[in-house]
């Protein structure tokens, strides 16, 4: 078990470069996944924290007149 401990070991650090390109299309792709992830993030954020705030604070006349809306179709039917 020593033995083979010992050649991973060895084998991990007797590396050689990898001889890989990176291209300008990885980068760009990289920035799009930090950028997605950060943008969800916040709209998380926003949609967890700003959107009650604002609905606590804001008029709330907004929401009678949704209720006035329904009941003035309900009677025209």
Sequence with gaps: MKTII???LVVMLYSTNAQAYVGPGLG???????????????MAIIGVFWYPLKRMFG??????SLED???SDSEKE
């Design 59 to 64: 008029k709330g006349d907004d929401d009678e």
């Design 28 to 42: 760009v792709g990289v920035i799009g996944a930090i950028v997605g992830v950060v943008g969800a993030i916040l």
């Design 6 to 8: 010992f050649i991973a």
């Design 69 to 71: 809306e329904d009941d």
